[in-house]
C-alpha cells in the first residue's frame, strides 16, 4: 500500500496531473505513446508515472497486441475529474 506522501508527490506536479486528465478525456487514444504527446513529455517519463498509478490503483492497463491500451479506475476517474475542474477554475 502506497503511502498520503506517495499521492502527494504525484499530484503536486503538473505532468502526472496532466497525464491523468488525458487520460480521461475520451477524445484521447489511451495508449502511453498518444498521451506522452498530447502532454508534452518523454515516452520514458510517461511510462514510469503510469506505473507509479497503476501501483497507486488509479490506472489499468490491457495489453492489445503490442500496445498497451490504459483505463482509470474509478478512483482514478474522480481524481482526473477533480483535477480538470481545479485546472478549469485557474483558468
Do not use: W
Not at 5 to 34: A, G, M, V, W
Not at 61 to 85: C, F, H, P, V, Y
Amino acid at each position: 500500500m502506497q503511502s498520503e506522501e506517495d499521492h502527494e508527490n504525484i499530484f503536486l506536479k503538473e505532468k502526472p496531473c496532466r497525464i491523468l486528465i488525458e487520460i480521461n478525456n475520451p477524445q484521447t487514444d489511451n495508449y502511453p505513446s498518444e498521451i506522452a504527446k498530447a502532454t508534452g513529455c518523454t515516452y520514458s517519463h510517461t511510462v514510469r508515472l503510469i506505473q507509479r498509478m497503476e501501483n497507486l490503483d488509479l490506472v489499468t492497463s490491457n495489453k492489445e497486441g503490442r500496445r498497451k491500451m490504459l483505463q482509470l479506475t474509478d478512483k482514478g476517474r474522480r481524481i482526473a475529474k477533480s483535477l480538470s475542474e481545479t485546472f478549469d477554475e485557474l483558468r
